[in-house]
């Protein structure tokens, strides 16, 4: 069984930066994405990466602020968070599909695999 841990959140100030991570255990995945739920909302969808990097989907949200990337030798999907807002805070949650996936997607039922979600906190 596939499984996912988030690393790397925290709180920072406006304007600042962090860095999440999510590794990959158990079993090969395709697409691999995060997620984020702000207090009280549904969660949503930040970006998605497929396994060969070159299908990328990014939230209008986050347009140019947000980049991820992947490294499969580690199996590994990380979240660049720069000029973070104090809307960006919330539990951000990695995901990641089953292998045939290919297509970055922002959709959450085609992730079959979750991670139990890192919290983000940005203060202004």
């Known amino acids: 069984q596939v499984q996912l841990v988030e690393s790397g959140g925290g709180s920072v100030q406006a304007g600042g930066s962090l860095r999440l991570s999510c590794a990959a255990s158990?079993?090969?995945?395709?697409?691999m994405g995060w997620f984020r739920q702000a207090p009280g909302k549904e969660r949503v969808a930040v970006g998605s990466?497929?396994?060969?990097?070159?299908?990328?989907w990014y939230a209008a949200f986050v347009k140019g602020r947000f980049t991820v990337a992947r490294d499969n030798a580690k199996s590994t999907v990380i979240l660049q968070m720069n000029s973070l807002k104090p809307e960006d805070t919330g539990v951000y949650y990695c995901?990641?599909?089953?292998?045939?996936?290919?297509?970055?997607?922002?959709?959450?039922?085609?992730?079959?695999?979750w991670g139990q979600g890192i919290q983000v906190t940005v203060v202004s």
């Open positions: 995901a990641a599909t089953e292998a045939s996936h290919s297509i970055a997607s922002p959709q959450a039922p085609t992730y079959a695999y």
């Open positions: 158990g079993g090969s995945v395709g697409v």
């Open positions: 990466i497929n396994r060969s990097g070159d299908n990328i």
